[in-house]
């Protein structure tokens, strides 16, 4: 059972320790939470639903490794995983910001409409799928099918993207440094003008990366398949 | 489609002859090569695209109609119509959310999205349903203030796509309903054409205005029944085990996908038939994918009872309800409810004789107007288009629908009360017998003068 003493305001962190008490209080006390507290989440084990539904502007340390959905429908302040996560990190994120130190399996941040998705690792396949206005920036290499029908937002990748990047993309943009294994359907390579330059910049920052803007390229949907056409009907 | 959609047994007047001559000249049409068979390989050859429409299947299939209820007699008494009580009322959800839904009558509006359908339609049935004390449904669009606003009991719908999702309408909402699939296109994800994607839809989505859009098939972030009960999971924590949470299932596979929904912590399983509707879809998937509605719910039912769990797991069923029979069929088979969609928006005024000469500029007619995905809907209900959204008046739609729910309710006690019955939910299998052995087999209930059900062990 865990217990747990409302944190003044510049009080010290709240410590819950997921071994000794349930997610469902960990994810209660965080829904009652109020702007500027700060909290620590130790012996997460990779358990699920790790601080979902955050609707308070604060901030939160998982020490470990998380499992599926950690830190999902992310509203606002901070999730600081120093591990890895699971299936479905921060999905849906709104805004906010959202950290895992170590690798995220697949689809990270999938459907995210807003907020910074950074993982210093690697992620999984999936990754920003269905992405409607998250940016994600992420240290290490993607998994195929990566930007799956991608709205809008930005996806960096530091290292190398899988099969099939970027398929059926629609106005997301995506930067990769590295190679490409392929590229999906209606996905082409487009030039880095200056505001891409000043835009990949802006988010390289924000996760607190040194890469230089000039060694990435840039991805995005080629429009063909926005109408349906019987000439496209080969495309997929 | 438009004229070459019609039901097979329509005259059509051949060209050039009128249509009572084609019988008196011994004209012999083809069962096989139909004339709306005909005008579909024309309208393919010409156009190169396959048909896209809206409705539910229109090929005849085993149904409701072939149901009939054996009312009280010798051995069972009937209850007073107009005197004595028949209760109406179901909870659903109360398995695992603190705050299940409690709805004065058993039918229900079934999902569907703004931008299928105008924000004046989609006020129009939160009104209706609010009036009777029942529940509407969002759709793959998001949840507008409109619907919102008007509707005491909102089910949100959590799709593919996530157009819209957000948490705070999760938390708003009195259900959150996880969609597989539904009735028409088991296995087939959305499509909204350019046509209907105005500013505002387009706003909601996230996408480009005026593209064809696709929904995707398949949930962007689980696969399978193990992920989807760490995804109920999560759904639960972020709005805190208060909301009630359903499963949608197209039926194809319902014993198994009412279990596995069951399994993965569903408080309410949703069974939709092939004859439930849609905004747009290939006419090919619609007419030849999934299962007629009265094969789906027996299926449905032995998963909840072998999981001990019917009636305490609740079964809603749609695809095909129309009358008060419908409903009371359905429950009698064991649906603790039964969702509207195609019905509902009859009754709002979808295919209204009075709109006749624009059906016929459509090239449609008012009993056959399936072009839901034109966005040029007379009626003003499948629509973006200011002007024709505006002939809906939400309000008297509402009225509308409202009167239209209070007939079903009043029409499904008449039948339990026939039958003894003190609640919609105590009607049984027993009280059925089908007309023909293909609903015999399907239903599981005898063949009428018989004890014969086909296939019964």
Known sequence: MVTLTAPETTAPTTTIDLAGSPVRDLNQALHNAIDGQAWTVTSPGGKHSLAVGIDADISVAIKGHAGYYAAGMHKTGTVTISGNAGVGLAENIMSGKVHVKGDASQSAAATGHGGLVVIDGNAGARCGISMKGVDIVVGGNIGHMSAFMAQAGRLVVCGDAGEALGDSIYEARIYVKGSVASLGADCIEKPMNIEHLEELEGLLAAAGRTDDPADFKRYGSARNLYHFSVHNSASY | ?457
Request: proline share 6%; charged share 20%; aromatic share 6%.
């Open chain 2, 1 to 457: 489609m438009t004229i070459n959609s019609l039901p097979q047994d329509t005259v059509l007047p051949a060209p050039g002859i009128p249509a009572q001559r084609t019988e008196e000249l011994g004209l012999r049409e083809s069962a096989t090569f139909d004339r709306a068979t005909i005008a579909d390989i024309q309208r393919a050859a010409a156009t190169g695209v396959y048909d896209i429409r809206g409705w539910g299947a229109k090929r005849k299939v085993p149904h409701f109609d072939d149901l009939l209820f054996l009312g009280a007699s010798m051995s069972r008494y009937p209850l007073e119509g107009y005197r004595e009580k028949c209760d109406t009322d179901v909870v659903l959800g109360d398995r695992h959310a603190s705050r299940p839904l409690h709805l004065q009558t058993p039918v229900t509006i079934a999902g569907m999205s703004f931008g299928a359908l105008s924000a004046n339609a989609k006020e129009a049935l939160g009104r209706g349903a609010s009036e009777v004390g029942t529940s509407t449904t969002t759709g793959d669009g998001g949840m507008t203030p409109e619907e919102r606003g008007q509707s005491k009991h909102l089910v949100y719908q959590y799709l593919p796509s996530r157009y819209g999702m957000n948490p705070d309408d999760l938390r708003k909402a009195d259900a959150i309903e996880i969609v597989l699939g539904q009735g028409a296109k088991p296995g087939g994800g959305g499509m909204l054409l350019g046509q209907k994607i105005t500013e505002r839809v387009a706003g909601m989505r996230t996408l480009p205005v005026g593209i064809d859009q696709r929904s995707a098939s398949r949930h962007p972030d689980w696969t399978g029944p193990d992920d989807l009960e760490i995804k109920i999971g999560e759904l639960r924590e972020i709005t805190d085990w208060k909301t009630p949470i359903y499963v949608k299932i197209g039926a194809s596979r319902p014993y198994y996908d009412t279990a596995l929904a069951v399994k993965a912590g569903a408080d309410v399983v949703v069974v939709d038939g092939m004859q439930g509707g849609t905004a747009a879809t290939q006419q090919v998937f619609i007419e030849n994918v999934g299962i007629p509605t009265l094969a789906a719910i027996p299926q449905a039912v032995q998963a909840l009872q072998e999981l001990g769990l019917h009636r305490k797991v609740q079964l809603i069923v749609s695809g095909g309800i129309r009358t008060g029979a419908d409903v009371a069929k359905a429950m009698a088979l064991g649906a603790d409810a039964v969702a509207i969609g195609t019905a509902a928006l009859i009754a709002l005024g979808d295919n209204d004789p009075r709109y006749a000469a624009e059906y016929a500029a459509l090239g449609s007619a008012a009993g056959f107007y399936d072009d839901f995905q034109d966005g040029r809907d007379p009626a003003g209900i499948t629509t973006q288009d200011p002007e024709l959204s505006s002939r809906l008046d939400p309000v008297a739609g509402g009225r509308r629908l409202a009167n239209y729910l209070r007939v079903l309710t009043m029409e499904a006690q008449t039948i339990a009360r026939a039958c003894g019955k003190s609640h919609l939910h105590n009607l049984e299998p027993e009280d059925l017998v089908a007309l023909t052995i293909e609903a015999s087999a399907m239903a599981r209930v005898p063949l009428a003068g018989t004890s014969w059900i086909p296939g019964a062990k």
